[in-house]
């Protein structure tokens, strides 16, 4: 079994470091609340040995009226620290919650592509708001309990020290017992964790779009939710183990601690030295500590079953950011990019070795080869998705890694044969590359990627609603949405990754149109599959097994008859020249 994270105390209070002030509060009004209502249990004394006995009217109303007085004032304190410790509560949850997403958007492509999404979620989601209790209510209740505990021991100590003793002989076999059940509860806890993101993963994954397509033409629908029963069983049964974990020695000792009363009033019976009003007024103590006494031992299980769940947000929080910005930006960048002696691996074996390209501003890069050359993993590295091991890419004489992300992002634009859409309208998802742009400029930038007239035609027009990665459209028609969004950009550099692959010869032509269109003026690497979209490139490279072995024109290359001859032999698009 893979070792949980661990999660230091001393961490996780410095979560609350921000919120100390608002604390300071919750504690006074916890001590207030405290001392208060210890004075219950010694008014009642007085209305017992005093007030009744002597018949004194008077005394016995005030004393009444301040026990009322004493139930007022601790109800007043209660919602007040309640109001305060579940606001710092949330807030804590907020800041975590940010804090991880912020640290897995600095993550680099590798991460994501080992890790399932429905994992990433379920850490954020269920392992976090699994926290809820704990950080919301469990601080301010240790202090409210403990508070409580000290001063009802002091003020038992004032009415008896014997009866005390008798009393406390039993809360260390108590405590004892409470962290053997917190132990259990944080095994529990943590495979119950685990169990819950392969369930995130499996509804993330089966019940997309893409999913049930797969599901259903693949006829395995029966199958995919046989094993979510059996994952929702599994987690059902941990629930179980974790409610039941230590329960029976729980009652245990809240048998003993219901006992403890009857035990008072034996060695008070046998010593016969206590009054009746000392008596009630010390059972009355009694429970007052019995009950934070098994709150505290309570809230204890809940903090050890809750290291788990803080342990697996510090993993996130302590991956290491293997892509960081630099302090350089562009001014006016032109968009000559180079590749200089690149060599990129994703494990042990090479994928690009000793690469050297140059792309001069405003010209074109086509780069071929078979599948497994190296191509996209080529392109991976000027945006950053991935940093080179040696050599260096550079933008104008600057080396990308010395680049901040904006300025990089500003300045590479990227249109993959995968286009990604948001679920929310066209206008929402051209805008997530320019959220200040105006509608003309949406207009201008539709237009130029030939998809306007479509996008009019509709009822809701750019407020329509694309579905869930953009089902709702063609694949032709998501490219161009895709051209749209990248043209409002404006960047001087582009990346075209397959972007026509997967789409059909007549489509293929239109979005052609937009893309020449979008590359006319920049710096544009296209990363082809079809090499009938290439032969007008102003550079071919063909790379094979990560390197470079051929360089130059359409005309050049087929007349080398080399690799490049031979991928276009088998190229039925091409029309050779």
Known sequence: MTEEPRAPMRRIIRLFRPYHGRLGVVLGLIALSSLVGLASPFLLREV??????????????LLVL???????????????????STTVGQRVMHDLRTRVYAHLQR????????????????????????????????ATSIVSNLTTVVASVVAMLVLDWRLTLASLTLLPVFVWISRKVGDERKRITAQRQRKLAVMSSMVQESLSVSGILLGRTMGQSPELTRRFTEASGELADLGVQSSMAGRWRQSTIQIVMAAMPALIYWVSGMTSVVS???????????????????SLLRTGVEVQSSLALFGRIFEYLDLPVDITPGPRALERPRGDVRF???????????????VDLTVPAGTS???VGETGSGKTTLSYLLPRLYDVDGGRVTIDGVDVRELTFEALAETVGVVSQETYLFHTSIAENLRFAKPDATEEELVAAARAARIHDHIAALPDGYDTVVGERGYRFSGGEKQRLAIARTLLRNP????????????????????????????????TITIAHRLSTVRDAGQIAVLDGGRVVELGTHEDLLALGGAYAALVSRDSDVVLA
């Open 365 to 367: 890069l086509a780069v």
């Open 48 to 61: 017992l040995d005093a007030a009744i006995p002597q018949r004194d009217l008077s005394l016995l109303s």
């Open 66 to 84: 301040g026990m009322l007085a004493v139930a007022v004032a601790t109800s007043v304190f209660d919602v007040l620290q309640t109001l305060i």
């Open 340 to 354: 200089e002696n690149v060599t990129f691996s994703y494990g042990e074996a090479p994928t690009l070795t000793g």
């Open 107 to 138: 993550m680099s492509l590798a991460f994501f592509t080992r890790t399932r999404t429905g994992e990433v979620q379920s850490r954020l989601a269920n392992d976090i708001g699994g926290m809820q209790s704990v950080v919301t209510s469990t």
């Open 492 to 523: 001087p550099v582009l990346i075209l990754d397959e972007a026509t692959s997967a789409l059909d010869t007549q489509t293929e032509h239109a979005v052609q149109e937009a893309l020449d269109d979008l590359a006319a003026g920049r710096t």
């Open 276 to 294: 009746i009003g000392t008596v009630v007024a010390f059972t009355t103590l009694q429970a007052g500590l019995f009950r934070p006494t098994v």
